[in-house]
């Protein structure tokens, strides 16, 4: 498939665990033609690092004034800004196996919206993957399941990548999948459009960065289409602060009763009126 894709991975601070994702892009099956930094913030560390990072790989790095969690703002500005025809959206914190992008790509089909998971590591494994190169970890990894769930991680299942075939694609597509993470998921820049991009309105992290994008996504006559197990992402661990979703919740409910399903305060900044 000739179509030209764009890797955006969202990124805070973390240049450590950016350096392992993009580091796991050199064993990647198939390249992204640009990749993205889409950074909700603006530090002086994560500038320095780009700046001097070595690759072969087109980089761009976006930034924004470090005013709280924007990070749908920084998101819409990164597909704005995206040459590709089709888009691929991870975070900063999850290397990526090495047919992650060509699974994506190989499966791309203008009316879905792929979407994938993420095997959670705990410490010991997370600070290994960081040492060790992705080819020679995922081969390991299957074989240590006790030693994965004993280290704390979560989701292990995901761990399991399956070749991508016709009979096995049949299978995922039955099981099917019911969520979206924004981590680990892509569509057509075109889709993306369609909705508007990501709804601004939210200013906390979760919800509006995947539950939203859902019921908008199927509003607009879009399917999810699991790719689970054919695009495999290694979740780097690190202690995770989680806010109250009620605040989420309840703006979201608000917008799937108006079945808005191309939001108001988006890529394009939309009025009730007309």
């Not at 450590?16 to 198939?30: D, E, G």
């Not at 039955?174 to 820049?189: A, P, Q």
């Not at 539950?211 to 199927?218: N, S, Y």
């Not at 607009?220 to 290694?234: D, E, L, N, P, T």
């Amino acid at each position: 498939m000739s179509v030209k894709t764009s890797l955006i991975i969202s990124v805070y601070k973390n240049t450590l665990f950016l350096n392992a994702v993009l580091a796991s892009l050199r064993y990647q099956t198939r390249k992204p033609d640009e990749v993205i930094v889409s950074e909700d913030g603006d530090s002086r560390e994560m500038q320095e690092f780009l700046a001097g990072y070595e690759s072969d790989l087109t980089l761009i790095h976006l930034t924004q004034k470090d005013r709280g969690w924007r990070k749908n703002e920084a998101l819409n500005r990164a597909i704005v800004a995206a040459s590709g025809d089709y888009l691929i959206f991870i975070d900063g914190d999850c290397v990526l196996h090495t047919h992650f992008i060509e699974n994506h790509v190989r499966l791309a089909c203008q009316k879905d919206i792929l979407a994938g998971k993420r095997v959670k590591l705990g410490p010991l494994f997370s600070s290994e993957l960081q040492k060790t190169p992705v080819p020679c970890f995922q081969r390991s990894i299957l074989g240590r399941i006790r030693q994965l769930r004993k280290d704390g991680a979560q989701f292990v299942e995901e761990a399991l990548y399956i070749p991508l075939n016709p009979l096995s694609n049949a299978i995922v597509r039955m099981l099917g999948i019911s969520s979206i993470k924004g981590c680990n998921f892509s569509c057509y820049k075109e889709a993306m459009l369609a909705i508007n991009g990501f709804d601004e309105d939210y200013t906390r992290p979760a919800v509006g960065e995947d539950i939203d994008l859902i019921w908008r996504f199927k509003g607009m006559g879009y399917r999810i289409v699991s790719v689970k197990h054919f695009a495999v992402q290694y979740h780097l661990y690190h202690v995770e602060s989680w806010s109250s979703q009620e605040e989420n919740m309840t703006l979201l409910r608000q917008k799937q009763a108006s079945r808005q399903y191309r939001c108001l305060n988006g890529i394009e900044k939309l009025s009730l009126v007309g």
